[in-house]
């Protein structure tokens, strides 16, 4: 969704566009990943598929929200990960995607302080050891490792 709604691909943005948005601007995008064999690398799963399972209902969202798309990393998405974790609650990789994308978009100024943001985790955890790798790291952002 990225390259398509910021125009990374063939330099035109995808828009919801009243309902119709540019559905052979989406299927020349797979075909030209497809050709090139170009596949998402990262462990998140719900990622790797790299085709939203509902593009045109995240487009209709962006559209009505007036939303804003970016990308973050793998280690990004697992400090996400990390501070729904110390909150009390869990998630899969790929909704760590959201506090960290939220995080970037502060950073970069796009979210300014008295902007409301509403963000969805979608996913429960899957994979009960990345929390564990990511705290047992002490490099990692959040991590709070085990007491020896």
């Known amino acids: 969704m990225y390259d398509l709604y910021n125009g990374k691909f063939e330099e035109t943005k995808l828009r919801w566009n009243k309902g119709r948005p540019d559905i052979e601007l989406i299927q020349r995008y797979y075909a030209f990943l497809d050709k090139k064999g170009i596949r998402p690398k990262t462990k998140a799963t719900?990622?790797?598929?790299?085709?939203?399972?509902?593009?045109?209902?995240?487009?209709?969202?962006?559209?009505?929200?007036?939303?804003?798309?970016?990308?973050?990393?793998?280690?990004?998405?697992?400090?996400?990960?990390?501070?729904?974790?110390?909150?009390?609650?869990?998630?899969?990789?790929?909704?760590?995607?959201?506090?960290?994308?939220?995080?970037?978009?502060?950073?970069?100024?796009?979210?300014?302080?008295?902007?409301?943001?509403?963000?969805?985790?979608?996913?429960r955890q899957k994979d009960a050891m990345l929390p564990v790798d990511y705290h047992n790291n002490p490099n990692n952002r959040f991590a709070i490792p085990p007491k020896q």
């Open 46 to 123: 719900a990622i790797q598929i790299g085709r939203p399972s509902n593009i045109l209902k995240g487009l209709r969202a962006l559209d009505f929200t007036n939303g804003v798309v970016t990308q973050v990393s793998d280690s990004e998405m697992l400090d996400g990960m990390s501070i729904v974790g110390l909150n009390g609650f869990d998630c899969e990789m790929a909704s760590g995607s959201v506090p960290a994308g939220i995080r970037k978009l502060i950073q970069e100024e796009i979210i300014k302080k008295d902007d409301v943001v509403i963000g969805i985790l979608t996913g």
